[in-house]
């Protein structure tokens, strides 16, 4: 069964940039378009950020212009460079298929806190 683990979230400044990673102990990702969901608490996780098996990317208006997928099939990883964070962008973030099911079983997430 195919595990999710997602890391580099942390406590970060306004403006600061952090760098997230998602790596899956299958090779599943070459052929799904793969993506980044973030959480805020008392909401619903939202699709922020995905990218094809072609490489083409998308982005959630939120954060166009700052967010950045992008995908080592290799390594079986998918990362989201994260620039000019703002508070709004506090959520725990996780990493799944996009845009198809069936959703592989949820990892933990990375919590990303941006606080002064």
């Known amino acids: 069964q195919v595990q999710l683990v997602e890391s580099g979230g942390a406590l970060v400044q306004p403006g600061g940039s952090l760098r997230l990673s998602c790596t899956a102990s299958?090779?599943?990702?070459?052929?799904?378009?793969m993506g980044w969901y973030r959480q805020a608490p008392g909401k619903q996780r939202d699709l922020v950020a995905w990218?094809?098996?072609?490489?083409?990317?998308n982005y959630a208006n939120s954060v166009k212009g700052r967010f950045a997928i992008s995908r080592d099939n290799a390594k079986n990883t998918v990362y989201l460079q994260m620039n000019s964070l703002k508070p709004e962008d506090t959520a725990t973030y996780y990493c799944?298929?996009?845009?198809?099911?069936?959703?592989?079983?949820w990892g933990q997430g990375t919590q990303v806190t941006v606080s002064s």
């Open positions: 990218i094809t098996s072609d490489d083409s990317t």
């Open positions: 299958g090779n599943i990702f070459s052929s799904k378009t």
């Open positions: 799944n298929v996009a845009w198809t099911l069936p959703l592989i079983d």
